[in-house]
């Protein structure tokens, strides 16, 4: 403020009118005012406040503010912690907005990790489950976080239409956000529900994608009362019609309520939301018999899966989250959610027999409902001790599921062919008989201390989590085919130090604590859980904050144990551990007027040891490239040339991999061209926006991934088009 008042003075003016009432009413300025724009004070952390005062430990309503060139966000979650800023935080995270999801047309989760070199799906596209890998490591979906809740969001692929961030943690995260349902010990993927702003937003948009799939979405928010203290937003989306893929068919259907309420010292917000998704023939992983060189890919619009296979999922949720400022540096919190889904498929698991490409699939139908419900209680909280700020934070957690599981083997196997798939006739519908039911009670407490000194340019970061673990799985008859009852505690410590402002150097050590790799779909003990056990990680970086650019580098090794397949009898086990060490580096933001660029690279050597009989110990690990690589841009064409155009592209690059353990199976190297478009003008006072995007422009034929024993297709030539309307 003394920066605009002081010239102002110096200049001879009698005042200086800063504001929207004046310029609303030009009329109360004096004769010689000089009217500005509206200003505010915002800090990083998203909260407009008096830069005097610490900053606010709540997170309702304080998004932190988007980086420059709004791609991603300066920073995000940080489980319990609260919100901070990307550069103050000594783990690897990448936040992205929901102005990056609206401009690449993304439809689902995959669409947005795939701006992360770190991040690689597991799935092939149109599938109904986005897994991912982080860092060389299988992320769960059912891990997937909701406004940092486990058990939330959908398992299958969630929406993305009400979400204002996608939070990506890079490395263990059960110290700050628990025990996740799944065990997924590597890697957290946070999704942040959108909230309404100031400024009243109706934006409808009409939506195109290749060869025929169409719908159309809608984006409502208003404030009201005074001080605009209760936000209603209400997003909606239906799409239906044909994929890219032959004979495939995808419908959507999804309607989310976002309500917050801000006041003085306390703040609430309430989600709620339901999706219904069917999909037909949709794109499943392949299996690949030992010993099998695998082929190379078909053309990706071809699809070996038979037409008459259905998945129907449903998944409604809802979560209250309340906070209370006890003094100006003390914040009490909670939160309790649940969520709802059933789901049943109809379909094949394909397995590849030969060089040759032939393939033999099996019948399998299954039937499951969802139950889960999770609630946390906290306190946030600075205390100055001399010279000493401590930032401390406590938490109690509780998670609960119920999940009954029936499945059923067809009686017949389909003989196919990868390059000229074969169809039959829809066969009668196995029945699905009960399996088994998953019981899950997940308790955990955890406590951490931030200390800091010489204004924040030296941090000590120590804490730990209590995490209890029961899960059962009952049996139809009676009784149980496993019991689990496992309790430990997870240390986290880590050091920040900044020997100059815009620069931060850190080591952090974390660990997680999970059931160990899943059993996937195709295994015939899919449900099965392994006892817990740890994951470790240590990760020391530097992040330089160049405003309007930002650079982080982070070097990083983890362990965890490895579980492998069998391709004949497709039971899944755990043979030895992995250990991938490697290097992330990141850069984003706005280098030059009308530039932004979001890229990266991800170097990681992933090694099996303490394998059964030693016999694949020193060997790389399944589904772990040595190098991702991501580049990607936008350019706003000069006003004198094009007036409103924006040009996009991006390139994603992704080394060789391995399919199997003993090293014998292997995919090449891939890479992937994107390309886009888009012009915002106005017509009768209506800004409007048309977008056009193209995914694998080149039309490249590629094996995405060989992680966690399947094999998945790559993007095919895909084109997305949109047309956005902002009333």
């Known amino acids: 403020m003394r920066g605009l008042l002081i010239p102002a003075l110096a200049a001879g003016l009698s005042a200086v009118a800063i504001g929207r009432a004046l310029a609303q009413d030009p009329a109360r300025a004096a004769p010689q005012a000089v009217t500005l724009d509206e200003l505010s004070v915002e800090s990083r952390d998203g909260a407009a406040r008096d830069p005097g005062l610490p900053p606010p430990t709540g997170t309702i309503g304080r998004a932190p503010a988007p980086f420059a060139g709004g791609q991603v966000a300066s920073g995000g979650r940080v489980g319990f ?87 990506i943690l890079s490395g263990p995260g059960a110290f700050l956000y628990g025990f996740p349902p799944s065990g997924s010990a590597v890697g957290v993927i946070n999704l942040v529900p959108k909230r309404a702003a100031a400024t009243p937003l109706t934006r409808v948009t009409a939506q195109y994608l290749s060869t025929g799939h169409a719908g159309g979405t809608f984006d409502v928010g208003r ?75 078909p053309r990706l619009t071809l699809n070996v899966q038979q037409p008459w296979e259905r998945s129907d999922i449903e998944h409604g949720f809802g979560v209250l989250r309340a906070e209370y400022d006890l003094a100006p540096d003390a914040t009490l919190f909670g939160a309790v959610g649940g969520s709802l889904a059933t789901r049943d498929f109809f379909r094949t698991q394909s397995t590849i027999t030969d060089a040759a490409g032939r393939l033999q699939q099996q019948i399998r139908t299954v039937s499951a409902d969802n139950r889960q419900w999770r609630g946390e209680v906290g306190l946030r909280a600075r205390i100055d001790t001399g010279p000493i700020r401590h930032s401390v934070a406590v938490v109690a957690t509780h998670y609960a599921m119920d999940e009954p599981f029936a499945t059923a083997l067809g009686p017949q196997q ?156 497709f039971v899944f086990s755990l043979n030895g551990e992995q250990h991938n060490q490697g290097i992330d580096l990141a850069v984003f933001g706005a280098p030059a007027e009308g530039v932004r660029v979001l890229a990266g690279l991800t170097l990681i050597d992933g090694r099996l040891s303490k394998t059964a009989g030693r016999a694949y110990d020193g060997h790389v690990a399944p589904g772990v490239p040595g190098l991702q690589a991501n580049l990607g841009g936008e350019v706003d064409l000069p006003a004198w040339m094009l007036p409103g155009v924006t040009l996009t592209g991006r390139v994603i690059y992704t080394a060789s991999q391995y399919y199997d353990q003993a090293n014998t199976q292997t995919i090449p190297d891939w890479t992937r061209l994107d390309l886009g478009i888009r ?49």
């Not at 597991?122 to 979906?141: A, D, E, K, L």
């Open 81 to 167: 912690l609260g919100n901070r800023s990307v550069f103050d935080t000594p783990f690897t995270q990448s936040n992205y907005t929901e102005e990056l999801i609206r401009n690449q047309q993304a439809q689902t989760l995959a669409d947005v990790f795939a701006n992360n070199p770190s991040v690689r799906d597991q799935q092939p596209p149109f599938g109904s489950q986005p897994s991912t890998f982080i860092r060389g490591f299988y992320v769960n979906s059912r891990d997937y976080a909701f406004d940092g809740l486990y058990g939330i969001t959908n398992t299958y692929r969630p929406a993305v239409e009400g979400i204002e961030r996608v939070e």
């Open 223 to 297: 404030r009201f009362g005074d001080g605009d203290a209760v936000g209603v937003r209400v997003n909606g989306a239906y799409r239906n019609g044909a994929t890219p893929i032959d004979h495939q068919n995808l419908g959507l259907g999804f309607l989310s309520l976002g309500l917050d309420v801000r006041g003085e010292a306390l703040r609430l917000s309430l989600d709620a939301g339901y999706q219904h998704l069917d999909l037909d023939a949709e794109s499943n992983g392949l299996t690949v018999l030992r010993g099998v060189r695998i082929p190379r890919a």
């Open 414 to 569: 389909i003989r196919s062919a990868l390059y000229a798939p074969v169809l039959v006739a829809r066969p009668d519908r196995p029945v699905p008989r009960p399996n088994v039911t998953t019981l899950s009670e997940l308790d955990g407490l955890a406590v951490t201390d931030t200390a800091s000194i010489l204004d924040g340019r030296v941090e000590l970061m120590a804490g730990g989590r209590f995490q209890a673990v029961r899960r059962d799985l009952a049996l139809p008859g009676g009784g149980f085919s496993s019991r689990y009852d496992k309790s430990a505690a997870t240390p986290m410590t880590a050091l920040i130090v900044k020997p100059w402002d815009r620069l931060s150097l850190y080591a952090s050590y974390a660990e997680g604590f999970g059931f160990g790799p899943n059993p996937p779909g195709s295994a015939v003990n899919a449900g099965a859980t392994f006892p817990p056990v740890r994951t470790s990680q240590i990760e020391t970086g530097a992040k330089l904050d160049l405003d309007p650019v930002g650079v982080t580098l982070a070097f990083f090794e983890i362990a965890q144990p490895s579980g492998i397949l069998d391709p004949r009898t």
């Open 679 to 727: 012009h915002s003008f106005t017509v009768n006072g209506t800004p409007l926006t048309a977008r056009f995007n193209v995914e694998n422009a080149a039309g490249v034929r590629y094996w995405a991934s060989t992680g966690y024993n399947a094999l998945s297709y790559g993007t095919p030539r895909t084109f997305l088009a949109s047309l956005t309307a902002d009333f």
